[in-house]
């Protein structure tokens, strides 16, 4: 069965630079969401989009911004990094059934590194 | 407010040895969902199982099982005879069904050592 697809795998950056993530979600799901994992923490949610509509937000940074395109795959962007913003970024996806949503399936991550 | 409890940071054992991971929620909602998921060393997440608020019929997968108990908030995790494929962390999880993106509530994880 198809996964959640995210590019790149791994992204080496420098401070104040910026920084563009890819979420390719599952077929036919509908919803996609982004969670920061820091060294040894859990994930975090970050943002969520339902039909390309911004649908809830977390401990997301004003330095970050994400939106959801016509064919469901997302984009997170990232701008003036710094040091901190060294993590793993997971992507994940669920099909919105109604007023009940489903299980969120996650994608590979990608691990950004902030030098 | 939501909340996931792992109070166990890291747990080693012995293959085939069985070995339970607790996990303690809070939420205010009456309806909601719980999860584990488990991260192994190569990063990924990935869905064990979800249940419901309303099923609290306990669930067995091969050697994996969850006892859930809403009258003390428990979403326990059992391994049975353990493997060494199963040292990961585990997270456990909490989520509202019920709008139109409802984000993932982590616990911080157990780390899971199965030593040959």
């Known amino acids: 069965a198809a996964g959640v697809i995210q590019s790149p795998r791994h992204l080496i950056k420098e401070k104040r630079e910026t920084a563009t993530l890819k979420c390719y979600p599952i077929?036919?799901?509908?919803?996609v969401y982004w969670y920061q994992q820091g060294p040894g923490q859990d994930p975090q949610f970050l943002i969520s989009?339902?039909?390309?509509?911004?649908?809830d937000k977390g401990s997301i940074p004003d330095r970050f911004s994400a939106q959801q395109f016509s064919d469901y795959h997302s984009e997170l962007n990232m701008s003036s990094l710094e040091l901190g913003d060294s993590a793993l970024y997971f992507c994940?996806?669920?099909?919105?059934?109604?007023?009940?949503?489903?299980?969120?399936?996650f994608g590979p991550g990608t691990r950004l590194t902030v030098l | 407010a939501q909340k996931v409890t792992q109070v166990q940071t890291e747990i080693s054992v012995v293959e085939k040895e069985d070995v339970t991971l607790d996990c303690v929620y809070e939420?205010?909602?009456?309806?909601?969902?719980l999860f584990w998921y488990k991260q192994p060393p190569s990063g990924e997440l990935v869905f064990l199982i979800r249940?419901?608020?309303?099923?609290?019929q306990n669930e067995i997968s091969g050697r994996y099982s969850w006892n859930f108990q809403k009258s003390t908030s428990s979403f326990n995790f059992t391994i049975t005879a353990s493997q060494v494929v199963d040292s990961a962390v585990y997270f456990c999880?909490?989520?509202?069904?019920?709008?139109?993106?409802?984000?993932?509530?982590f616990g911080s994880g157990t780390r899971l050592s199965i030593r040959p």
């Open positions: 994940a996806s669920s099909l919105n059934r109604g007023l009940e949503t489903d299980t969120q399936y």
């Open positions: 077929p036919r799901h509908d919803t």
């Open positions: 989009f339902y039909e390309k509509m911004q649908s």
């Open positions: 939420t205010r909602d009456t309806t909601y969902y």
């Open positions: 249940r419901n608020s309303f099923d609290e």
């Open positions: 999880a909490l989520s509202h069904p019920y709008s139109s993106a409802s984000k993932i509530i």
